[in-house]
Every structure is written in structure tokens, then in C-alpha cells.
């Protein structure tokens, strides 16, 4: 599984995961500057509260850990 989820402003923000289990690697893309940073691994199954790293529109990448 994969998520990409689109925030538009700098703020905190929740993913619901209750249906995905096991851990996910995470990755936020900055929008305005063009550039990826690396976020600690998200654990599914539960709803998760994710904050946004930088100011500005931002997209967070989940994808399932092998």
C-alpha cells in the first residue's frame, strides 16, 4: 500500500491508517523548493497525526515497508 496526501498549508494533519497495518516509510516532498526530506516510520493501524515540516504546500508519501 501507498499514500500520498496533499496538505496546502504548514500545519498538523491526521491519516486515518486503521486499515493498513504494519509500518510505512515515510518521505515529505516540499513543493515550493522543489526537494525531499526523510520522516521516521509511521506505524498503521490506527489513525496518525503528522505535522508539517516546512511552510507552504506540502505532500507526504507513505509507502509499506518490505
Known sequence: ???LIFQHEKGEFTVN???AP???QA???DVNRDRTL???AVE???SRTF???FPGPAVLY???AN
Open 44 to 46: 498503521g493501524g490506527a
Open 1 to 3: 500500500r501507498e499514500y
Open 17 to 19: 491508517l486503521k486499515d
Open 27 to 29: 518521505e515529505w516532498f
Open 62 to 64: 507513505l509507502r509499506k
Open 51 to 53: 505535522i508539517t515540516p
Open 22 to 24: 504494519g509500518t510505512f
Open 38 to 40: 526523510p520522516a521516521k
